[in-house]
């Protein structure tokens, strides 16, 4: 399986910006859908956000949906969470995925490669 690596969590501060990177072995976003799921404590892994591999569909949760921004870059094989607005809810751990073609989105379970994640804190 390809290794998928996150990078780019951190603690900042309700209002701030942060930008998640997933980086991929060459060609991987060209040939899967990707996609970044979040993990709080003591909840179940939840979807986030997701980008087709031909980059011309993307999906979020409606709780992110104007303030979370995914994209990749297929030349870099790297695959992008940009979060604005960030709120002390979207504390978590932040997890790469990668998807096969013809499976649904925005289901955990359609993902079967998944990075080690990234922590992102967000304090009040």
């Known amino acids: 399986q390809a290794q998928l690596v996150e990078s780019g969590g951190g603690l900042v501060q309700a209002g701030d910006s942060l930008r998640l990177s997933c980086s991929a072995p060459a060609r991987t976003t060209m040939w899967y859908n990707m996609g970044w799921f979040r993990q709080a404590p003591g909840k179940e892994r939840e979807f986030v956000a997701s980008i087709s591999r031909t980059g011309s569909r993307t999906y979020g949760m409606d709780s992110v949906k104007g303030r979370f921004t995914i994209s990749k870059d297929d030349r870099k094989s790297r695959v992008y969470l940009q979060m604005n607005g960030l709120k002390p809810e979207d504390t978590a751990i932040y997890f790469c995925?990668?998807?096969?073609?013809?499976?649904?989105?925005?289901?955990?379970?359609?993902?079967?490669?998944w990075g080690q994640g990234t922590q992102v804190t967000v304090s009040s």
């Open positions: 995925a990668a998807a096969q073609p013809g499976t649904p989105m925005t289901e955990r379970a359609s993902y079967d490669n």
